[in-house]
Antibody, heavy 120, light 107 residues
Framework: QVQLVQSGAEVKMPGSSVRVSCKAS????????ISWVRQAPGQGLEWMGG????????HLAQKFQGRVTITADESTSTAYMELNSLRFDDTAVYYC?????????????WGHGTMVTVSS | SYELTQPPSMSVSPGQTASIACSGD??????VSWYQQKPGQSPVLVIY???KRPSVIPERFAGSRSGNTATLTISETQAMDEADYYC??????????FGTGTQLTVL
């Protein structure tokens, strides 16, 4: 059974950066399509971007271009999301999720979420 | 950018049917998925490709579509179904888009 295990909660200062990891197990990582979705407190789900490890290229939502980097390391079956120039409104739970391309065509597996708090 | 609109909230009595709508421009041309999210938990896929249900999801969850509106219907609603529900689609200009979310209260 495929599982996505994320790194632990982070508290960061405004203007700094944060990197969140997402380790996959129970499947063939190169065939995954990992996306990052965030949820601010009391708000809805927001897609940030994603990567297909097999191809190594990422695709970002326009809002996050220039501030987010998404990478994947096939040797450790781990995807990463780095968010720079943190602002108070970046405080949110960050989820990784697998999009089952050509299967369900939906986000079928989700990580448990990583809380990132931006505070001075 | 592409947007999907849902009612912010709705309530239903136990045993009754809840229908949650999701509308968007040219939504009829896209696959719609639905996710259930309970407080403090990750979202869970309950409907994909408009009408299909993962094997672990109870049969009382059903998806349908009419024109540019997709609907999630929960029959014989139970207290455990109380959650936030989000629709989701893919758009060529915006990529993956989630609906605004609907808070379902069972009372």
């Amino acid at each position: 059974q495929v599982q996505l295990v994320q790194s632990g909660a982070e508290v960061k200062m405004p203007g700094s950066s944060v990197r969140v990891s997402c380790k996959a197990s129970g499947g063939t990582f190169s065939t995954f399509a990992i996306s990052w979705v965030r949820q601010a407190p009391g708000q809805g789900l927001e897609w940030m971007g994603g990567i297909i490890p097999l191809f190594g290229t990422s695709h970002l939502a326009q809002k996050f271009q220039g501030r987010v980097t998404i990478t994947a390391d096939e040797s450790t079956s781990t995807a990463y999301m780095e968010l720079n120039s943190l602002r108070f409104d970046d405080t949110a739970v960050y989820y990784c999720a697998n999009y089952a391309v050509g299967d369900s065509d939906a986000f079928d597996i989700w990580g448990h979420g990583t809380m990132v708090t931006v505070s001075s | 950018s592409y947007e999907l609109t849902q009612p912010p909230s709705m309530s239903v009595s136990p045993g009754q049917t809840a229908s949650i709508a999701c509308s968007g421009d040219k939504l009829g041309d896209k696959y719609v998925s639905w996710y259930q999210q309970k407080p403090g938990q990750s979202p869970v896929l309950v409907i994909y490709q408009d009408t299909k249900r993962p094997s672990v999801i109870p049969e009382r969850f059903a998806g349908s579509r009419s024109g540019n509106t997709a609907t999630l219907t929960i029959s014989e609603t139970q207290a455990m179904d109380e959650a936030d529900y989000y629709c989701q689609a893919w758009d060529s200009s915006t990529a993956y888009v989630f609906g605004t979310g609907t808070q379902l209260t069972v009372l």
